[in-house]
């Protein structure tokens, strides 16, 4: 349904919650400002261009959104993609991928997909989350320290060996504010929940900086004067070929503001007992990725941390959304131009705080405890990330994980040659009702079951285990009692094998078929090939069939069967 939760929460909206919601949007505000900063300036932008986009974009995405309490803006998970845009393509070419990205994920929701995002593999979403907050935290390391550095490798590998051979150089001063920083954030809320540690860190340490004259580098000094306003909109100038060169990053930066934007919304979900409108919220993402970079902004997504503090605070309608970006414009319009005084060195604290919470390490170390393959899957979007590119981690993660999947899903997918159990019976058949010793198998038939899905994965598995079938039976017998799926490859498997039992003048059977194998044999064709005579619903009907192709008489149903299993042929 695409409507907005404003629309439905503002029905009976009362004085008190309006009050909530305000208090709520006022302190998320004041938690976002320096998150909002640091994001940009660790995406490779200028710090208001964070403020823009949780302004811009925070606004659209609580005002649209189809959460109740979801709070928008810069992440974590954008650092990264961002940060390789703007070095290889400018701001420009970051302006296009966000539009590009926004458009996606409009259609996305439009179409319905807000329910398909959430099947990416859990290793893969935990690989590159891990993956961006180790990177965050590296990417913080020059500032923490001090570091005289200049221009920092992009690279991890180098970033780090940079690190190193000017670790004789660090700054006293810059690490002293950034461990004030810290222990402010990590003990504040031991005396003060209401009023966020992030916040009471940067003006406590600004002021303190700019008491004592500190030697340390400022926002003000590396990037110059801030903007205190909006900037008027504005469209990129971008040629088709540069734009082609961005479809891959703008799909990550889609994907990766859908995956959070939904994960944020399931985790407030469980806080309010709500439940949110997945595809609303896709479209809702995708108008804000659209505003935000004509304003100015870079890729906006559901915010879990900033989502947390406004339930805890209060806020249960998009009101408090709306009010937290309000507040951010205010902050920007009336103090902005102090923001310059704020120490990289604070800045710095906050996400090595924010990467910390983010790299879900024991998460990470228990997951490490599941099956090898999703091990597999986890450790090499983990290392692809760090140390390749996020969009090759992505890419290569879920496809390393459709292909594992596959490869599970195959074996549990069998072929087996029930008349056997004729020969070798074993209890659990002969307390089976429609165990096949039960009934009279006449010479010359063989009867095979399927287990499991039948999909392209286990086709092949299908045929070599047929194609094993000693002597050429008169009748074969295909039993697919426990086949609730099938597909083309499935179905192409099927038609190999009843061709060539035609060849060898066999009689292909299918019995115990469901609806779904039903109906994709009838809209394939398969069933008019095979002879609708030959499609039956269960075994005693097969069995029966293959004794008028024999020319033998026909035996009544046992007793002890169990009905007929529908056939849904014309459905």
């Known amino acids: 349904m695409l409507v907005p939760k404003l629309v439905t929460t503002l029905r009976g909206y009362t004085r008190e919650q309006l009050y909530a919601d305000a208090t709520a949007g006022v302190i998320v505000g004041i938690v976002a400002l320096p998150l909002a900063i640091a994001f940009a300036i660790?995406?490779?932008?200028?710090?208001?261009r964070g403020l823009y986009t949780a302004i811009v974009a925070g606004f659209l995405?609580?005002?649209?959104?189809?959460?109740?309490?979801?709070?928008?803006g810069p992440t974590g998970a954008f650092v990264v993609i961002v940060y390789a845009v703007v070095q290889k393509y400018g701001l420009d070419g970051l302006t296009v991928a966000t539009l590009m990205a926004g458009g996606m994920l409009l259609a996305f929701g439009l179409l319905g997909l807000g329910g398909a995002i959430k099947f990416i593999?859990?290793?893969?979403?935990?690989?590159?989350?891990?993956?961006?907050?180790?990177?965050?935290?590296?990417?913080?390391v020059k500032d923490f320290l001090g570091l005289p550095m200049g221009v920092v490798p992009v690279d991890f590998l180098g970033k780090w060996r940079a690190f190193a051979s000017h670790m004789g150089s660090?700054?006293?001063?810059?690490?002293?504010?950034?461990?004030?920083?810290?222990?402010?954030?990590?003990?504040?809320?031991?005396?003060?929940?209401?009023?966020?540690?992030?916040?009471?860190?940067?003006?406590?340490?600004?002021?303190?900086?700019?008491?004592?004259?500190?030697?340390?580098?400022?926002?003000?000094?590396?990037?110059?004067?801030?903007?205190?306003?909006?900037?008027?909109?504005?469209?990129?100038?971008?040629?088709?070929s540069q734009a082609t060169g961005l479809i891959a990053p703008a799909f990550t930066i889609a994907l990766l503001g859908g995956i959070e934007s939904l994960l944020s919304a399931v985790v407030s979900d469980g806080m309010i007992g709500g439940r949110h409108r997945s595809n609303?919220?896709?479209?809702?993402?995708?108008?804000?990725?659209?505003?935000?970079?004509?304003?100015?902004?870079?890729?906006?997504?559901?915010?879990?941390?900033?989502?947390?503090?406004?339930?805890?605070?209060?806020?249960?309608?998009?009101?408090?959304?709306?009010?937290?970006?309000?507040?951010?414009?205010?902050?920007?319009?009336?103090?902005?131009?102090?923001?310059?005084?704020?120490?990289?060195?604070?800045?710095?604290?906050?996400?090595?705080?924010?990467?910390?919470?983010?790299?879900?390490?024991?998460?990470?170390?228990?997951?490490?405890?599941?099956?090898?393959?999703?091990?597999?899957?986890?450790?090499?979007?983990?290392?692809?990330?760090?140390?390749?590119?996020?969009?090759?981690?992505?890419?290569?993660?879920?496809?390393?994980?459709?292909?594992?999947?596959?490869?599970?899903?195959?074996?549990?997918?069998?072929?087996s040659v029930l008349t056997h159990e004729l020969r070798d019976p074993v209890d659990d058949?002969?307390?089976d009702p429609n165990w096949v010793g039960r009934r009279s198998v006449p010479p010359g038939v063989e009867v095979?079951?399927?287990?499991?899905?039948?999909?392209?994965?286990?086709?092949?598995?299908?045929?070599?285990?047929?194609?094993?079938?000693?002597?050429?039976?008169?009748?074969?017998?295909?039993?697919?009692?426990?086949?609730?799926?099938?597909?083309?490859?499935?179905?192409?498997?099927?038609?190999?094998?009843?061709?060539?039992?035609?060849?060898?003048?066999?009689?292909?059977?299918?019995s115990d078929v469901h609806a779904q194998p039903v109906v994709a044999l009838v809209q394939s064709g398969m069933r008019d090939e095979i002879g609708e005579a030959n499609v039956l619903g269960n075994l005693d009907d097969a069995l029966?069939?293959?004794?008028?192709?024999?020319?033998?008489?026909?035996?009544?149903?046992?007793?002890?069967?169990t009905p007929t299993v529908a056939r849904e042929a014309e459905t």
Request: hydrophobic residues 55%; proline residues 6%; without cysteine.
């Open 42 to 48: 660790a995406s490779g932008v200028t710090p208001e």
């Open 61 to 72: 995405i609580s005002a649209l959104g189809g959460s109740r309490v979801q709070i928008g």
């Open 121 to 140: 593999p859990y290793p893969v979403t935990l690989g590159f989350t891990s993956g961006i907050a180790l990177i965050i935290f590296s990417g913080e």
């Open 170 to 240: 660090l700054n006293p001063a810059a690490v002293l504010v950034a461990v004030g920083s810290l222990a402010i954030v990590l003990l504040w809320p031991r005396v003060n929940r209401r009023i966020p540690g992030p916040f009471v860190a940067l003006i406590t340490m600004t002021a303190l900086v700019q008491l004592f004259h500190l030697p340390v580098e400022t926002i003000g000094s590396r990037f110059g004067a801030i903007h205190a306003s909006l900037p008027a909109p504005a469209l990129p100038a971008l040629t088709l």
């Open 280 to 415: 609303m919220e896709l479209v809702a993402q995708g108008i804000a990725n659209l505003a935000s970079p004509i304003f100015g902004g870079i890729p906006a997504t559901g915010a879990i941390a900033r989502t947390a503090t406004n339930v805890k605070n209060g806020g249960r309608t998009p009101v408090a959304g709306m009010v937290h970006a309000v507040t951010l414009l205010l902050i920007m319009l009336f103090f902005g131009r102090w923001a310059g005084l704020i120490p990289m060195a604070t800045l710095a604290a906050i996400l090595v705080v924010v990467a910390y919470h983010m790299s879900e390490w024991r998460t990470f170390r228990a997951e490490l405890r599941s099956p090898k393959s999703d091990v597999a899957v986890l450790l090499v979007t983990f290392l692809l990330t760090v140390l390749v590119d996020l969009t090759v981690a992505i890419e290569v993660g879920m496809v390393l994980a459709v292909f594992l999947f596959m490869r599970r899903m195959a074996t549990v997918t069998s072929v």
């Open 429 to 431: 058949y002969e307390r």
């Open 448 to 510: 095979y079951e399927i287990t499991g899905p039948f999909f392209f994965g286990a086709a092949e598995m299908f045929k070599d285990r047929l194609a094993r079938i000693a002597g050429r039976p008169k009748v074969l017998i295909l039993r697919m009692r426990h086949v609730l799926t099938i597909d083309s490859t499935g179905l192409h498997a099927l038609r190999d094998v009843v061709e060539r039992s035609r060849r060898d003048g066999t009689l292909v059977v299918l």
């Open 544 to 561: 029966n069939r293959a004794r008028e192709h024999l020319g033998l008489p026909q035996v009544p149903r046992p007793a002890f069967a």
